[in-house]
């Protein structure tokens, strides 16, 4: 599928013309960056052709964060049928290939899936490789030297192939590849390379990736975090602190360790306010990266 950038303004009249260039048989997948305005497309589709909301969103996958991960609602979920959201326990992990075990039995009738999570979108269109899981004692050792020296530390150590593939800055993948050539003693990008075939190809199916304003997202992205506020994400909050344990994935939840800290009384409010909507900017900044470098054969929808 070739690249194809347009624009999609959100008037209604606009915004229902484009609607109409989107198949009505094939699997939709929607990506963007966090706050872009991917689950409202998403239900104007499903609504539209009668599909399956899948979520790819590595948080989404959380019961106990709603409010935080921008979850689809109650009443959202009500209205259309919704899978895989928030159906992960907090202390449990879940990785790329847990989510694809868990998509395969819904693509049998039509769906959309939607998230901001690149990696899951890249396993079910090109494949993941099957790698063996990491040994407690190998990452209980990557734990405890990421705590000590840092990502760069782990990322010098690494193989040439994985160091030139993978993203320096993010340490969670900094250190599962690490983790992967000790365990192994082959580089994950070896591990890559010998990939099975795809899930979902996208030549069958119709990859969408929104492509914001900055300016205009940064808006959107301060406007959700005081509106989460306002919905109760510090009583969400609430509930996460008595077990509060930063290194599970689920606490990886932009906002939470923020909020987190000002129940604790190491931040005001508008102190833990403006680092969470800081986070979420720099998150969204990566996205948008990775997306421009991984989903080149994607069509590129610019808002707004």
Request: charged content about 20%; some cysteine.
């Amino acid at each position: 599928m070739s690249q194809n950038r347009c624009r999609f303004n959100r008037r209604s009249g606009e915004r229902g013309m484009k609607l109409n260039t989107i198949s009505r048989e094939a699997p939709v997948l929607i990506a963007g960056p966090t706050a872009s305005g991917k689950s409202a497309l998403a239900m104007e589709l499903a609504a539209r052709d009668g599909r399956m909301i899948v979520n790819a969103d590595a948080l989404q996958v959380y019961g106990n964060w709603r409010i935080l991960t921008a979850r689809p609602s109650q009443a959202d979920e009500a209205a259309l049928p919704h899978a895989l959201y928030g159906h992960v326990l907090r202390d449990q992990t879940y990785s790329v290939g847990h989510w694809l075990r868990d998509l395969a039995p819904l693509l049998s009738r039509p769906v959309v899936i939607v998230g901001g999570t690149g990696l899951n979108f890249t396993a079910l269109t090109r494949g993941l490789a099957e790698i063996p899981d990491t040994p407690p004692a190998v990452r209980a050792l990557a734990d405890a030297r990421m705590a000590a020296e840092g990502r760069a530390a782990l990322l010098a150590e690494l193989d040439p192939a994985t160091a030139a593939r993978i993203d320096p800055l993010n340490g969670v993948r900094v250190q599962r590849a690490w983790e992967v050539l000790q365990a192994t003693g082959r580089g994950l990008a070896s591990w890559q390379d010998d990939t099975p075939p795809p899930l979902m190809p996208l030549a069958g199916a119709e990859g969408l990736v929104l492509v914001p304003d900055v300016d205009w997202l940064n808006a959107r992205i301060d406007r959700r975090f005081n509106q989460m506020l306002t919905e109760g994400a510090l009583d969400e909050a609430q509930e996460n602190l008595a077990d509060w344990n930063p290194k599970r994935p689920s606490s990886k939840a932009i906002g939470a360790p923020e909020l987190i800290a000002h129940l604790r009384g190491e931040l005001t409010l508008s102190q833990a306010t403006e680092a969470a909507t800081l986070a979420s900017r720099q998150y969204a900044k990566r996205q948008r990266t990775w997306f421009r470098s991984n989903m080149l054969g994607w069509h590129q929808l610019s808002l707004p």
